[in-house]
């Protein structure tokens, strides 16, 4: 077995590995939405600029947001479920800005995460790992 066949052996297991650690962190704060929808509006007020938001919008929202994760976690469509969650993080880290000038370290952790979202992007198509969505 050449070396670059030997190092690609353990591609799969990696990538699942980062799909569960995204997973972790989302699933949470899409149910979220369902369980403290006040907490979930203030967070839209206050990252998003985006005040006012009714329970059944945040309702509708988590919905959505609950059926990418389950395509995501499950390797359905990959292209569009791995795309809507890297999208999804990208403006959630980026609307944190005003916390990394205040030097809250705790949303620094958003950077290596979407450093994962973009991995799991491009390799989408060798996550293939528990992914009964995967063609392969």
Known sequence: MSSTHASLRHLPLSLLLMRLGVLAVMLPWTLDKFIHPDHSAGVFGNFYGLGGMTSTFLLVVGALQLLILLGFALGYFKRWTYGAVLAMHTVSTLASWKMYLAWNLLFFAAWPMLAACIALYLL???????SPGSRH
Do not use: E, K, M, Y
């Open 124 to 130: 989408r198509d060798h996550d293939t790992l528990f």
